[in-house]
């Protein structure tokens, strides 16, 4: 991800992106081109990984080895950058449009877990972070053990150790105030997707 200093986003913060977010985009190479799969995630505390599941049915998995690099794609923000939110263009017109977006990518390599065991503390984990705030909390031990262990079959492990993450926050910040202010407050007036934007500006 190309990142110019005035978007950069240190490790940290990029951590907390990731951590809001909650699910994001695996990619990894096969033999018949790139796969996809969409997961959430729950982020070690020593930030060295990441863990999930997906269904047994999804291929996505199958072309995993040992080693298997995947690219980890999280988007927080997105919305379009109108020329016309630009006061300044009234002076110099020579703008164009543009895309303001939070975004992290994370490189790691994905290990393939089907120890029932290692299912089963990884879907506790991700219920109970993910449950955080509700009353009552759902408890994946609130399932009767038949079932929930004819669940766990359906489903895969993973692991994704973490060898990099890149943040971006690309907010206006290369435009003038009076500019940076505008799409702000035009993005505020819209709908949910950009009013998240807006709000991060």
Same mark, same amino acid.
């Given at each position: 991800?190309?990142?110019?200093?005035? $978007? @950069?986003?240190?490790?940290?913060?990029?951590?907390?992106?990731?951590?809001?977010?909650?699910?994001?985009?695996?990619?990894?190479?096969?033999?018949?081109?790139?796969?996809?799969?969409?997961?959430? &995630?729950?982020?070690?505390?020593?930030?060295?990984?990441?863990?999930?599941?997906?269904?047994?049915? /999804?291929?996505? =998995?199958?072309?995993?080895?040992?080693?298997?690099? *995947?690219?980890?794609?999280?988007?927080?923000?997105? *919305? @379009? %950058?109108?020329?016309?939110?630009?006061?300044?263009?009234?002076? /110099?017109?020579?703008?164009?449009?543009?895309?303001?977006?939070?975004?992290?990518?994370?490189?790691?390599? &994905?290990? %393939?877990?089907?120890? *029932?065991? =290692?299912?089963?503390?990884? %879907?506790?984990?991700?219920?109970?972070? $993910?449950?955080?705030?509700?009353?009552?909390?759902?408890?994946?031990?609130?399932?009767?053990?038949? @079932?929930?262990?004819?669940?766990?079959?359906?489903? &895969?492990?993973?692991?994704?150790?973490?060898?990099?993450?890149?943040?971006?926050?690309?907010?206006?910040?290369?435009?003038?105030?009076?500019?940076?202010?505008?799409?702000?407050?035009?993005?505020?007036?819209?709908?949910?997707?950009?009013?998240?934007?807006?709000?991060?500006?």
């Amino acid at each position: 991800m190309h990142v110019p200093p005035q $978007f @950069y986003v240190d490790d940290q913060e990029a951590w907390r992106i990731v951590e809001e977010v909650g699910a994001g985009t695996l990619v990894i190479s096969t033999p018949e081109g790139l796969a996809s799969v969409f997961v959430p &995630v729950i982020v070690s505390t020593d930030h060295c990984t990441l863990l999930s599941h997906l269904a047994r049915a /999804n291929p996505w =998995w199958k072309t995993v080895g040992e080693g298997t690099e *995947a690219l980890g794609l999280f988007l927080a923000a997105s *919305a @379009y %950058v109108s020329p016309n939110f630009y006061p300044s263009r009234l002076e /110099n017109p020579d703008v164009v449009p543009t895309w303001n977006y939070v975004a992290v990518e994370i490189r790691g390599r &994905v290990t %393939v877990h089907h120890d *029932a065991q =290692w299912k089963l503390d990884q %879907v506790r984990e991700l219920t109970r972070h $993910f449950e955080r705030g509700y009353d009552p909390e759902w408890k994946v031990d609130d399932l009767e053990e038949t @079932y929930r262990d004819d669940q766990l079959r359906g489903i &895969v492990g993973l692991e994704i150790t973490v060898q990099a993450i890149e943040g971006k926050a690309k907010l206006s910040q290369n435009r003038p105030a009076i500019d940076h202010d505008s799409v702000r407050d035009h993005l505020a007036e819209s709908s949910p997707r950009e009013r998240n934007v807006a709000e991060r500006m």
